[in-house]
C-alpha cells in the first residue's frame, strides 16, 4: 500500500493554498488508508484557534479540521521546534496532533513514497 504524505509550511491565511491544501489532504483520503498530515514552519499557524479570518476578509477554514476524525486521518503531527519558535503551545491547537521535533519529523517524512509540499 502506498503512503502518502502532506507537508504543509503555509499560513492559513492571505492566500487559499491552504484551504486548498486541507481540501486535497480529505479527498486523497479516499484514496489510501496510509495518510500523514505534517504541519511544519508558518503551517504551525493554521492550528491555532480562535483566529478571526474574517477580520482581514478570508473564509474561516479551521472548523473543517475536525473532518479529519470523521475521514480517519489519524497521523497528524506538528514540529514542536516550529511550535516553540512562534510562541504556540500546545492548548492553542485547535486539533490533536503528534508534537515531534523536526529530527523525526523529516525521518517520519521519509517513510512514505508520495511526498506533497504545500
Sequence with gaps: ?????????????????????QDAILATSALTEELS???????????????????IACRDFAPTFGLFDLYDIE??????????ERGISDIELI?????????????RIRQHAIILNF
Excluded at 491565511?13 to 484551504?19: I, K, Q, Y
Excluded at 498530515?37 to 477580520?55: A, E, H, M, T
Excluded at 497521523?75 to 516553540?84: F, H, P
Design 1 to 21: 500500500m502506498l503512503r502518502a504524505a502532506f507537508v504543509t509550511r503555509q499560513v492559513p491565511h492571505g492566500t487559499s493554498l491552504a484551504r486548498e491544501t
Design 37 to 55: 498530515v505534517f504541519f511544519i514552519g508558518d503551517g504551525v499557524y493554521q492550528l491555532v484557534s480562535n483566529q478571526k479570518p474574517q477580520n
Design 75 to 84: 497521523n497528524i503531527y506538528v514540529c514542536a521546534d516550529s511550535l516553540l
Design 95 to 107: 486539533i490533536d496532533a503528534e508534537r515531534l521535533p523536526q529530527l523525526e519529523i523529516n525521518q
